[in-house]
């Protein structure tokens, strides 16, 4: 078998499974398979597989047609044009998340060079945000808190590979209790959102094999929101900004929560999409 009849095979059986994006699945176990770039595996596209490879291909595409999801086959997914390690313990990062870190520079403006910056990432899942925000501000500390053990070991080891460990600190915490009063200059969290009444109607691959306590922010979904912004704001200094993805439909739920004496400049940011997806406040 060469790699081109090994593609086909693989599109035909995701697509057989009604698998989101076959082509695009079937193309990158290939290169995981391989170790190449996409570049490289269309140059040699008529080599040869040899029988150990195509055995591994195989067992890929049967657990993506199965549900498992791509990122978890391979072992990676970019964000913010950096590669992150995952594994089942983590949410995947999705590009939509980006708006989070676009919006935090953005509201920091000009603190963006100060000496000491200290930066909160709650829930930080695979380190994505913190470790981007690490790359984007070298002068910063970051903080990143999750409540699970094993999310903070994957979190670490992009910190490493990626050259901020030496300013990223990861901490056990649920949410922001691990930290004193008037502690951050920027607090930034992408919370579970996802309420446990629509888990039938989201896709089989987030419901089955990501982390339950990273998707399901309780039966309603906005659950979290409320303590994530009590703590923001004990723990925000002032002047300090609060930077938080939100759930479809959620906007005018969540910034209800601002409209509080603590919180000041709330404002929206829409994904491509149109759909409201982070809202950012400065605390009084």
């Known amino acids: 078998m060469n790699f081109r009849e090994a593609l086909k095979q693989g599109i035909g059986r995701l697509r057989t499974a009604g698998v989101a994006s076959p082509v695009l699945a079937a193309e990158l176990l290939l290169m995981h398979v391989a170790g190449a770039s996409r570049a490289w595996l269309y140059s040699h596209i008529d080599d040869s597989l040899d029988s150990a ?20 086959l391979t072992g990676h997914q970019e964000f913010w044009g950096l590669d992150f390690d995952l594994t089942p313990d983590v949410l995947i990062p999705r590009p939509e998340t980006e708006h989070v870190v676009e919006a935090a520079l953005t509201r920091i403006g000009q603190q963006r060079s100060r000496e000491a910056l200290r930066v909160a990432d709650v829930g930080t899942g695979s380190g994505c945000i913190a470790v981007a925000l690490a790359r984007e501000l070298p002068k910063a500390n970051v903080f990143a808190t999750d409540v699970s053990l094993a999310a903070l070991r994957v979190a670490r080891r992009n910190a490493e590979r990626l050259g901020v460990a030496r300013r990223v600190v990861f901490a056990a915490s649920n949410l922001l209790s691990a930290f004193a009063p008037r502690s951050f200059d920027l607090v930034v969290s992408n919370p579970p959102y996802v309420g446990r009444r629509e888990s039938s109607s989201i896709a089989r691959e987030i419901r089955e094999h990501e982390p339950d306590q990273a998707v399901f922010g309780g039966e309603e979904g906005i659950e979290v929101y409320p303590p994530l912004m009590a703590q923001a704001a004990e723990c925000l200094r002032a002047g300090g900004v609060l930077v938080v993805e939100l759930g479809y439909g959620m906007s005018e739920r969540v910034m209800a929560l601002l409209d509080a004496g603590d919180w000041r400049d709330v404002s929206v940011t829409s994904d491509l999409a149109g759909i409201p997806r982070v809202v950012a406040a400065g605390r009084r």
Request: glycine share 16%; net charge positive; charged share 25%.
């Open 53 to 72: 490879a195509a055995d591994r291909y195989g067992d890929l595409i049967g657990r993506r047609a199965a549900g498992t999801p791509t990122q978890y």
